[in-house]
């Protein structure tokens, strides 16, 4: 079985300083990785993810996430944020065994201050 | 557009009645989510299904009930049975690696 801790559920930061939002799993298996954004009133949509090989992956709008697999972390970060980013973001594991489902973190909503 | 279509955006509900919340994927995904969205909780599964005909209980699955007839379509029921409605819920399907999610229903009881 897998689990998925976002270390913060609200993260303020002030428009364009850096940011980053915390990601740490456990799982048994190898693992696919994922972060996930809302915009308010929406559906999910894919920032980037993590499957195999380089460790740094970079997603739409910016955003980079670094794989570190001896401290099981999975941090989404920004060089320099924007009013635009102003969403809640969702870390999700999914492991490589026979049931294959996508285990979600409570989110991290992130308020970029003017 | 390849995607995941929902339907309606907007659901009002009175006391004691049953909905349905549509969800329709063209993207030939197998498996398909329902997800429960309330302030502060995250994403909380209700039901999903991973072949047509077959389908299996979520963490909350109480008050709620789905099908599966058509690899395309994954329709969520809300019972009298459940208590507390009022929620935004999110479809999604997945192929081999990644989760694609409609844009969401949200139901509120009147």
């Known amino acids: 079985a897998q689990s998925v801790t976002q270390l913060d559920s609200q993260v303020p930061v002030f428009e364009e300083a850096p940011v980053e939002l915390r990601c740490n799993y456990s799982s048994s298996v190898s693992v696919y990785l994922f972060w996930y954004v809302q915009y308010p009133n929406q559906g999910l949509q894919l920032l980037l993810k993590y499957l195999s090989g380089s460790t740094l992956v970079k997603g739409i709008n910016g955003f980079e996430a670094e794989f570190n697999k001896s401290q099981t972390s999975f941090h989404l970060r920004k060089p320099s944020v924007h009013i635009s980013d102003t969403a809640e973001y969702f870390c999700?594991?999914?492991?490589?065994?026979?049931?294959?489902?996508?285990?979600w973190g409570a989110g991290t909503k992130l308020i970029i201050k003017p | 557009d390849g995607g995941i279509t929902q339907s309606p955006k907007y659901l009002f509900r009175k006391e004691g009645q049953n909905v349905t919340l549509s969800c329709e994927q063209n993207l030939n995904h197998d498996a398909m989510y329902w997800y429960r969205q309330d302030p502060g909780q995250g994403l909380r599964l209700i039901y999903y299904s991973q072949i047509v005909n077959d389908f299996q209980k979520g963490d909350i699955a109480e008050g709620y009930s789905v099908s599966r007839e058509k690899k395309e379509s994954f329709p969520l029921t809300v019972t009298s049975a459940q208590k507390n409605p009022t929620a935004f819920y999110l479809c999604?399907?997945?192929?081999?690696?990644?989760?694609?999610f409609g844009q969401g229903t949200r139901l509120t009881v009147v």
């Open positions: 999700a594991v999914r492991g490589l065994d026979s049931n294959y489902q996508l285990i």
């Open positions: 999604a399907a997945t192929g081999s690696t990644e989760a694609f």
